[in-house]
């Protein structure tokens, strides 16, 4: 699975296009914020948590959860996370590099022996430990506002109840089927009737909503030592 930064989510109390209304749209003006991703339930879910009372890093948690649903070969739980936060009040600029090192065990020596002389590309042996769960804690804890387990309620609601595959993402889809199909489950989970899921086709992923709700309940552990580490290892 590609891995994507943690989007960048933009307060503003008036965003304008300098060159005037000629490239075709129009002035987006906002008292409370403005969350722009690349899905637009993603948006949604940012400026839903924005109007109740959340931080720009709430609101990115929440739309990033979101995109782990909606464009789920782009980014996800499985990845890492980058983010750059500025507060405005204090002029503070605040980073954090939240890319997984390697397995402990994976030295250069297990990869020899496995007669890997250089580094793959694909499969168990190119992935290291995911760090987006443990970056979106870290930042909630320095600049949240709402409770943790309240950021996970939309990409929850829409793995449970469905989402319609917007066109960009069902074209990647499409593009991916003959590498999904290698892995069973994987093909179970995100090819739905053995095909990749049509343009506006309704999506599910309960397992998904299962481990954002362990995720929301328990905090990073469940990811990382706790049931959702031990389907990974099963």
């Known amino acids: 699975m590609l891995r994507r930064p943690l989007l960048l989510l933009c ?3 008036v965003a304008f296009a300098q060159a005037g209304r000629n490239y075709g749209r129009s002035v987006v003006i906002s008292q409370q914020g403005i969350a722009a991703t690349s899905q637009v339930l993603a948006s949604q879910a940012g400026a839903y948590i924005l109007a109740k009372g959340g931080s720009a890093v709430d ?12 464009e789920p070969l782009m980014t996800g739980i499985g990845g890492d996370l980058f983010a750059m936060y500025w507060d405005a009040k204090t002029g503070k600029l605040t980073g954090i590099n939240a890319s997984g090192s390697a397995p402990k065990a994976l030295t250069p020596e297990f990869l020899a022996k496995q007669n890997i002389r250089s580094m793959p590309s694909t499969g168990i042996h190119s992935v290291t430990v995911p760090g987006a769960v443990d970056g979106w804690y870290k930042m909630h804890q320095k600049f949240g506002k709402l409770p943790w387990n309240q950021l996970f309620n939309p990409a929850i609601a829409y793995a449970e109840q469905g989402f319609p595959v917007h066109e960009g993402m069902n074209e990647i889809w499409a593009d991916s089927v003959a590498g999904l199909r290698v892995h069973p489950e994987t093909a179970r989970v995100f090819l739905p009737n053995g095909k990749a899921p049509a343009t506006g086709e309704i999506f599910k992923n309960p397992g998904l909503a299962k481990a954002y709700r362990l995720i929301a309940d328990k905090g990073p552990s469940a ?7 031990d389907a990974i290892l099963a």
């Open 59 to 70: 609101a990115a948690i929440a739309a990033n959860a979101v995109l782990g649903l909606t």
């Open 223 to 229: 990811f990382y030592k706790g049931e959702i580490a």
């Open 11 to 13: 307060l503003s109390t």
